[in-house]
């Protein structure tokens, strides 16, 4: 699998379409400027939009810091033939210059593409880049920003190193993954979730550290679980217990984890949650999750929201009357009003 990784990825390096690595004896002389110089050659080219293959020389710069602004410069440049550069930097001898380059492949969800065929062969030479560097990748901080770009800018077929990323990985790369994974939900790309991940993401929901925590919860936010009730109540459970965590941030994204499982439990427990007097940023997940419950008319969302009406916080109102505007229970219109 690694050899075809690679494989992929020197085909799509050597594509006129995307670039190609330079041997040493064509490396153009720009590589030779000053530091000082190169960084404000790169500055303002990437204001000025200048074509990004005018900065692809400066990738060859013997100072890893010139070398690593100019990867910055070609992902916000927003060009689909910074690809092949850029694929080609991640296997820079810098770390620091190989995890510029996961980042700003992150970015290609912005780049601009002609038509929608082109996006989706572009995030398949992405996917491809990042598996083949994951495969061979030993810095820790560089396999995270791999991770995370997986889930930014890579297509499908990148779920199944991120799901071995949480299963095997360590606890940063388990973040780095579960971050991964909700980017692709989000993107509405996401793979189903089984019940074999949902073994060692319940455990990390409860006991593991916040980061651990949110990310498992805002996972189950963005990615759907697979149609199977076992696998939603065995979610469902977790999070119920996960909803009384000390962290307020995490609480606020398991009251939304909560309602996007969609169990029949779920108004019960998200009510539960004020009964503590939870600070305003608790109060607001609540009310999303009930937001989110009373449009699938689970019984009970709408008086849940007919309470979050009138709370002292602007945003907890706000929130509240637009779940109940598509409500169609009368008392959704009193608390309106």
């Known amino acids: ?65 010139v070398a690593e602004a100019a990867v910055r410069a070609l992902g916000r440049m927003g060009r689909p033939e910074a690809l092949g550069p850029l694929a080609w930097r991640l296997r820079d001898p810098s770390s620091a210059v190989r995890e ?13 593409m002609d038509d929608e065929p082109a996006r989706l062969l572009l995030e398949d030479e992405i996917g491809a880049a990042l598996s083949a560097s994951l495969d ?5 901080a560089v396999r995270c920003a791999v991770a995370r770009a997986m889930g930014s800018g890579a297509g499908a077929d990148v779920w199944g190193d991120l799901e071995e990323l949480v299963l095997e990985g360590t606890e940063p790369e388990r973040v780095a993954a579960l971050e991964g994974m909700a980017m692709l939900g989000r993107r509405g790309i996401a793979t ?18 916040p980061a651990v925590q949110w990310w498992c919860a805002y996972m ?23 909803a009384t ?38 109060r607001i997940g609540v009310a999303r999750a009930g937001a989110t419950l009373a449009g699938e008319n689970h019984d009970g969302a709408t008086d849940l929201l007919c309470a979050l009406a ?3 916080d602007p945003g907890v109102r706000e929130i509240a009357a637009s779940g109940l505007a598509v409500a169609s229970d009368p008392a959704a219109a009193e608390a309106i009003v």
């Not at 061979?136 to 820790?140: A, G, Q």
């Not at 060692?200 to 550290?209: Q, S, T």
């Open 136 to 140: 061979e990748e030993t810095d820790l």
């Open 192 to 209: 189903p979730i089984s019940g074999e991940l949902l073994d060692p993401l319940l455990p990390a929901l409860i006991v593991a550290d």
């Open 310 to 312: 009138a709370d002292p």
């Open 220 to 242: 189950l936010v963005r990615c759907e679980l697979a149609d199977d009730e076992v696998v939603k109540q065995r979610a469902h459970e977790a999070l119920t217990l996960a």
């Open 1 to 65: 699998m690694r050899i075809l990784h690679w494989l992929v990825l020197l085909l799509l390096i050597g594509c006129p379409r995307t670039g190609r690595m330079l041997p040493p004896e064509e490396i153009p002389g720009e590589a030779a400027l000053s530091s000082d110089v190169a960084l404000l050659e790169i500055a303002r080219r990437e204001n000025s939009r200048d074509a990004a293959s005018e900065v692809v020389p400066l990738l060859h710069h013997p100072d890893p810091v």
């Open 100 to 112: 510029a380059a996961a980042v700003a492949l992150s970015s290609s969800h912005s780049w601009t």
């Open 245 to 282: 965590a000390a962290d307020p941030a995490v609480r606020a994204v398991v009251a939304r984890a909560l309602a996007a499982v969609g169990h029949e439990g779920a108004v019960a427990v998200v009510t539960g949650m004020l009964d503590s007097a939870p600070p305003a940023e608790v």
